[in-house]
């Protein structure tokens, strides 16, 4: 079982719709990052949640810790927002390094 | 402008080739990571570096090494061992710790071995 369940996996809407990600978690310790991956590949990040919710534009990402949940929330869906997106917690490897685990992803589509 | 850059963007290799990728970051980070990302997966940790000469293996490390000579430098190198090696290869370094910890991606290098 992945440690890291993203759902959809896929996504399909019309632009201006509210667009919800959800992602649940096994592991990991109390930070979860959002990651955008366009067409090209690169990954940028969007958030880093240890608690509660943060806004940037129209994109909200809120989190849950005692349930081990967050989700990402997109306002007013524009084709440009069209990406995959990543949900990653902070894990410690052996030796006590900081790192991540990742979800594989939900690719968003919005049509005009 | 800093950051972490990946060259070649598309490289091609033969079956039974080493193939090295590179990664340079201008970043300061001393941490520094390979990902390996197929159809429908996450990324997959191949090896991770937290300090120059010093590197470890991640989950899928056999049929990769890896050298971390200088800060600034991370290569991948795809052995023939590796079965499967047609996949996107991403780095990334990493800075601070705890619920400041925070990674960045370079562009990626997607290799086809056929």
């Known amino acids: 079982k992945n440690e890291v369940e993203q759902s959809p996996q896929n996504l399909t809407a019309q632009e201006g719709e509210f667009i919800t990600i959800n992602c649940s978690y096994s592991v990991g310790i109390s930070a979860l990052h959002w990651l955008q991956q366009h067409p090209g590949g690169g990954i940028v990040s969007l958030f880093m949640l240890s608690s509660g919710k943060k806004k940037h534009g129209r994109l909200i990402a809120t989190i849950n810790i005692q349930e081990k949940h967050s989700s990402l929330h997109i306002t007013a869906s524009h084709p440009r927002d069209s990406a995959v997106y990543i949900c990653a917690v902070r894990v410690l490897f052996g030796g006590g390094a900081d790192g991540l685990t990742f979800g594989k992803g939900t690719h968003l589509i919005i049509q005009p | 402008d800093g950051g972490i850059t990946q060259s070649p963007k598309y490289l091609f290799r033969k079956e039974g080739q080493n193939v090295t990728l590179s990664c340079e970051q201008n970043?300061?980070?001393?941490?520094m990571y390979w990902y390996r990302q197929d159809p429908g997966q996450g990324l997959r940790l191949i090896y991770y570096?937290?300090?120059?000469?010093?590197?470890q293996k991640g989950d899928i490390a056999e049929g990769y090494s890896v050298s971390r000579e200088k800060k600034e430098s991370f290569p991948l190198t795809v052995t023939s061992a590796q079965k499967n090696p047609t996949a996107f290869y991403l780095c990334?370094?990493?800075?601070?710790?705890?619920?400041?910890?925070?990674?960045?991606f370079g562009p990626g290098t997607r290799l086809t071995v056929t």
């Open positions: 990334a370094s990493s800075v601070g710790q705890g619920a400041v910890y925070e990674q960045y």
């Open positions: 570096s937290q300090i120059v000469n010093d590197f």
């Open positions: 970043l300061n980070h001393d941490a």
